[in-house]
């Protein structure tokens, strides 16, 4: 087993951690926003949402880091990483601060499939990061349905 670079892994889970915070306060007051939609059965509380996201987060930040250390062709891997975080952090700023709710809805459905098919490159790479990923990809498919289901209420 390799030996852990505890910096590079730190900086990985904080890069992570600081894409969904940075979303979070570009996205406006996001707390008020989602108490006036009318939302699909199974809506959490608001309150569910950062503390969900906070752990996604921190396991994809641990992921990538396995992926970056890896010495086997990550290239695929790694872009999928990029660009499903890039999605990730734009989804909230598209349905609080904008209220887009059709876009955003096509873009959790977009972040879905981005995060499958980064679990599927993680998975030819190392198993341990593709299986760090799979509570977001479960979490992905319900805030996609949740969206499409706030689209189609509101």
């Known amino acids: 087993m390799k030996k852990i670079k505890w910096t590079e892994l730190i900086i990985s889970v904080v890069a992570a951690e600081l894409t969904g915070a940075l979303s979070a306060l ?13 939302r699909p059965p ?5 309150a569910v949402f950062p ?14 880091y396995i992926i970056w250390q890896s010495y ?11 660009a499903q975080l890039a999605v990730n952090f734009s989804w909230s700023i598209i349905f609080f601060r ?10 959790a459905v977009l ?5 499958a098919a980064m679990l599927v490159a993680f998975s030819r790479i190392s198993p341990l990061a593709a299986k760090l990923n799979i509570p977001y990809l479960a979490w992905s498919a319900f805030a996609a349905y ?9």
């Open 146 to 154: 949740l969206a499409v289901g706030t689209f189609i209420l509101n």
């Open 111 to 115: 972040l879905f499939a981005l995060v």
């Open 98 to 107: 904008f209220g887009a709710l059709g876009l955003a809805a096509f873009t």
């Open 42 to 46: 199974l809506s959490p509380p608001s």
């Open 26 to 38: 570009l996205s406006g007051n996001f707390t008020d926003t989602y108490a006036q939609l009318q």
């Open 72 to 82: 086997s062709n990550t290239m695929t891997a790694k872009k999928l990483y990029i």
């Open 51 to 64: 503390v969900v996201w906070t752990i996604l987060y921190g396991l994809m930040g641990i992921s990538a």
